[in-house]
């Protein structure tokens, strides 16, 4: 016998039900991800949590009961892997920002001993003034999630932004478009 459920499964609107069964059916979806979205069909097709556990491959009806806690509070985002999870930033945003500003900043040929940035010379400026224990790949980690990729011309540079020169001078331009190419980009791989 099902026992009454405290917190039930609100009904889906059309779009939701479509990306659940989208996510189901994906053979390229995250596994975790997938495994949510199966146990909310279930328990939408009137299983209860322990079925719908079984069902979805959760050794537990608790962690259904909380993915419908979730799912009725924020929707599809209850799919994703819930904030808390995984290490936490070791750099605080004062320390990230000082690694922007530093990257921005215009290598000076005498000091730092080249014209452009690389993430070795970068970690040996960012040593040398405030940040003794940095690694390359923080900077990396914090570079990229800024928006910065590393070009054919072996600088640091912020994506979708170009500096062109006109009969005015130097101006810098955003390509309105970076989005949608990246995402592109990502889909095709």
């Not at 009137?46 to 509070?73: D, I, M, T, Y």
């Not at 599809?76 to 070791?90: D, V």
């Not at 009969?167 to 955003?174: E, N, R």
């Amino acid at each position: 016998m099902a026992h009454f459920q405290k917190h039930p499964l609100r009904a889906f609107s059309k779009q939701e039900e479509q990306e659940l069964q989208r996510i189901v059916k994906a053979s390229s979806e995250r596994i975790d991800v997938a495994r949510r979205a199966k146990a909310l069909l279930a328990v939408a097709a009137s299983q209860s949590f322990p079925q719908a556990a079984l069902v979805a491959g959760f050794r537990e009806a608790r962690s259904v009961r909380e993915l419908v806690e979730r799912f009725n509070e924020h929707g599809l985002a209850a799919l994703s892997i819930a904030a808390g999870r995984g290490r936490k930033p070791t750099y605080t945003s004062a320390q990230q920002a000082r690694i922007l500003q530093e990257v921005q900043r215009t290598p000076d040929r005498q000091i730092d001993q080249t014209a452009t940035w690389s993430l070795s010379l970068l970690r040996k400026a960012l040593q040398a003034s405030d940040l003794p224990h940095i690694a390359n790949e923080t900077i990396r980690q914090v570079l990229h999630g800024s928006g910065y990729s590393y070009q054919r011309t072996r600088t640091w540079c912020r994506t979708g932004y170009a500096l062109r020169k006109r009969k005015g001078g130097t101006v810098t331009t955003y390509d309105e478009q970076t989005l949608e190419k990246n995402r592109r980009g990502r889909d095709a791989d």
